[in-house]
């Protein structure tokens, strides 16, 4: 016989499975670990308040949701819009703003804080450099420190938004130009 030729009796044998290494199975991280629900130390403690954009806008969600918590206390001036604060938490704050037909912002920025808008009733027109947006019910907008814009309510009926602000505003700074007023001058 050639030594480069294997013959079927001199070719290594396949190995039989072992009755152990046949029954055993493998476990899943659920398995081993148990139910992740019922091992208390393995649980994330629940937040109190948000840390996340993501929370904040959650947080405005859920407060937007729960009419009954702030719709008692809205009020409507003609003079000046009205504002009200619902809500503090270490590092934030929750206000409820109305607006009658024609109020408006001015153009402004929030300073160091950001912040997620939320209109809760009516309709809104953000005004920014770069264009015109219209936030209806349930409409959301999230901005970074510094962003500046002009929010007015150019319907006929009343609007009511929910603003969070994060950190808790300290400023807002008036800008002296207003993007509604920018938009009609031809560039």
């Given amino acids: 016989m050639n030594s480069t030729t294997t013959s079927a009796a ?19 991280d659920l398995q081993i670990a148990g139910d992740i629900l019922a091992v208390q ?20 969600r859920s407060i937007a949701e729960d009419r009954a918590s702030w719709e008692h206390l809205v009020q409507y001036d003609a003079t000046t819009r009205w504002y009200h604060r619902l809500r503090t938490g270490p590092g934030y704050e929750v206000w409820l703003l109305s607006w009658v037909p024609g109020q408006g912002s ?4 929030h300073g160091a804080s950001s912040g997620v808008l939320t209109v809760l009733e009516g309709e809104l027109t ?5 264009g015109r947006l219209t936030h209806r019910a349930g409409g959301q ?22 603003h969070v602000y994060f950190p808790g ?3 807002m ?15």
């Avoid at 070719?11 to 199975?25: K, Q, W």
């Avoid at 953000?126 to 770069?130: A, D, P, Y």
């Avoid at 907008?141 to 929910?162: C, I, K, M, Q, W």
């Avoid at 700074?173 to 560039?187: G, I, L």
């Fill in 173 to 187: 700074p008036m800008h002296s130009c207003s993007p509604a007023d920018s938009e009609s001058v031809p560039a």
């Fill in 126 to 130: 953000e005004h920014t450099s770069r």
């Fill in 41 to 60: 130390h393995l649980l994330q403690p629940a937040r109190e308040h948000p840390t996340t954009v993501a929370e904040f806008v959650g947080l405005a």
């Fill in 10 to 28: 001199t070719a290594p044998a396949a190995v039989a499975p072992t009755t152990a290494t046949a029954t055993a199975t493998v476990e899943s």
């Fill in 106 to 109: 001015g153009l402004h920025d």
């Fill in 141 to 162: 907008r999230v901005f970074a420190p510094g962003y500046a814009h002009e929010v007015v309510n150019d319907t006929l009926d009343g609007a009511v938004s929910l």
């Fill in 169 to 171: 505003l300290t400023e």
